[in-house]
């Protein structure tokens, strides 16, 4: 009897040595602003949420919840401010209603490119930036995957001049819209499931999307003939939010594996994205001959780029936190651009002359 | 006397119950070409290190070991094989003395940069051909870091023709080597401390390393004014490998968390190279005004690019599974690159193009 009690005591004190790493299951919650099923946005919270599950041997379960569920795509930052989710995956700019710095965390026409941009983040002063701007929503902002340097978009007619963007209808969201409304393109907002038949029967003459790999799954290439290419996203990153409360609450190794996984799912959409473009321009092409790749002449561009630092200089009147990231970021790039052109121009230059002259 | 047995059996199965906790403690060994100061070369595995011993609460353990300790820069691949060393870091291109088809997972003369490099690995054939190639060693590789666009080197006179490189005394190791030797470069191999004093000196004429962020190190910018941009290593890859029983042993969390830094580590050294290239080409300029950054002309261009096909033909012809990558490697590049001019390419133009009419 009183051997039973004692065994009982042992069995209760190893019991109470078990518990702890039971007690430690965490379950989290994540929205994103895409439908689950939207790869390659959707893809890095998902290989987020396994990754987290097999690294903690189960121990630590993120729940991933698309648009389709919760129903408030641009509700994000709110949900993960409030707590009612630990973490969101959305686009930092679609906040800018609430900071208008939040922009500097995807991307800004005319701006930096991936490299330059993730040099920036964790090199330059990027992140500092982002804590500072993110700090009031008491949410932490990790960057969460770039499509790299998006198309300038499909238009049923070519642009041969400014004149002719004077009266587009062209759906083209957040800064660049300023930028195109700027030079008098009639800037709409289209619901993502009405534009192919918008840009179809004309009721727009222009859209903006992603690129190939996400354009050909809306069927854009049907219905458009001239394709140009990017200058008003260059390296959109996606962002992970995750609920400051929550996150210092995580015990240090937990925080190390969230952010491990975070920057390796990070990596993986931006590599997928690139693929998939690849893979659906060639299939493009093959299908729809007529598709015609164009870069704006050079006095549009030259236009759009007057404009873009027109809409800059214009927050920076207004702002001084925007004014202090713009010039950071303008010297940064100017740096960072130089050691662009050594490394990456030239040698796709040089594989377009040798291509040419086959 | 009862109790106090009963309590010691008590705290004995305690213990039981908390040793194999203990006894999954895991130390492993991980040997580097590089030495363990040289970033961003040694930067991953520093940083694998850290990730594993946080994410694992000290359970995991990987010691690094740089060529200052272990005396066997090019030995790493053999320990790795025989387990001396669990892990390497290093470039898988050293190792084609003993399968020229390591060479497809660093990088080749015209061949695929970063992005079209990490797409043909995880959404390609690289992948399983980095497998098949590896396998016969007892190891596990993994992409471990990429350079980008390596520069094509310093050069104390200007390349104005074909004619200019016969005779031309040059350190370029490699495939590219090859290639050079066969426009009639004298190619030669100089251990990497007495580079500096033999381009000083005229003992060569050229060299190639790395770029601006290593090259100032070395200090070839006091020594030689032409600058040429690259064309024979445009993303070199660096190497993890992984001892295939001591990976197979892990358990599966292990196994992931290991495989999630090493690419999170990845990632980050291609962006700190980036980075510290961009700072020491903008120092390089401003400190040595005379440097001139060259691009080969077209002629020499096209006489590279002809011996390069020549040199990949000669290794075909002998082996089966190499041409069978050059295959593969090839098309996929052509596809990659068709995304990579419509998406970087014009964009970088559109940036020169906008800079040069200011």
Chains 1, 2 share one sequence.
Do not use: C
Request: net charge positive.
């Amino acid at each position: 009897m009183r051997m039973t009690k004692v065994l009982l005591a042992a069995a209760a004190s190893v019991a109470l040595l078990a518990s702890p790493l039971s007690a430690k299951k965490i379950k989290w919650k994540l929205a994103e602003t895409w439908p689950s099923t939207l790869t390659p946005l959707a893809s890095p919270p998902a290989k987020l949420a396994a990754l987290m599950k097999e690294m903690s041997d189960g121990e630590f379960i993120i729940k991933v919840e698309g648009k389709e569920k919760h129903k408030a795509p641009l509700g994000i930052l709110d949900m993960v401010k409030g707590g009612q989710y630990q973490m969101g995956h959305s686009g930092s700019y679609y906040w800018k209603g609430k900071d208008i710095n939040t922009v500097w965390f995807t991307t800004v026409p005319f701006g930096m490119t991936p490299s330059e941009q993730y040099a920036w983040f964790y090199y330059g002063n990027g992140i500092k930036y982002m804590k500072e701007v993110y700090d009031k929503f008491g949410v932490y902002n990790y960057p969460g995957g770039n499509t790299g340097n998006q198309m300038g978009g499909w238009f049923r007619k070519e642009i041969k001049s400014v004149a002719d963007l004077k009266g587009l209808k062209m759906r083209i969201p957040g800064l660049a819209g300023e930028v195109m409304a700027k030079l008098g393109v009639n800037v709409t907002n289209i619901p993502a499931g009405e534009l192919y038949t918008a840009l179809d029967r004309g009721t727009i003459d222009a859209l903006e999307w992603v690129g190939p790999g996400m354009d050909i799954k809306m069927g854009f290439n049907k219905v458009a003939k001239y394709y140009y290419t990017g200058w008003h996203e260059p390296a959109s990153e996606m962002q992970f939010l995750v609920n400051k409360k929550a996150y210092d609450k995580l015990p240090k190794k937990y925080q190390v594996m969230l952010e491990t996984a975070m920057k390796a799912a990070s990596m993986d959409m931006y590599i997928e994205n690139f693929a998939q473009s690849a893979d659906a321009w060639a299939k493009m092409k093959k299908d729809y001959p007529d598709i015609q790749v164009k870069t704006f002449p050079k006095p549009v561009m030259q236009a759009l780029k007057k404009a873009s630092d027109d809409v800059y200089a214009g927050y920076a009147a207004k702002n001084p936190k925007f004014k202090e990231i713009l010039d950071d970021y303008t010297a940064y790039m100017k740096k960072a651009r130089e050691w662009s052109m050594m490394s990456q121009y030239y040698y796709l230059q040089t594989s377009k002359e040798l291509e040419s002259t086959k």
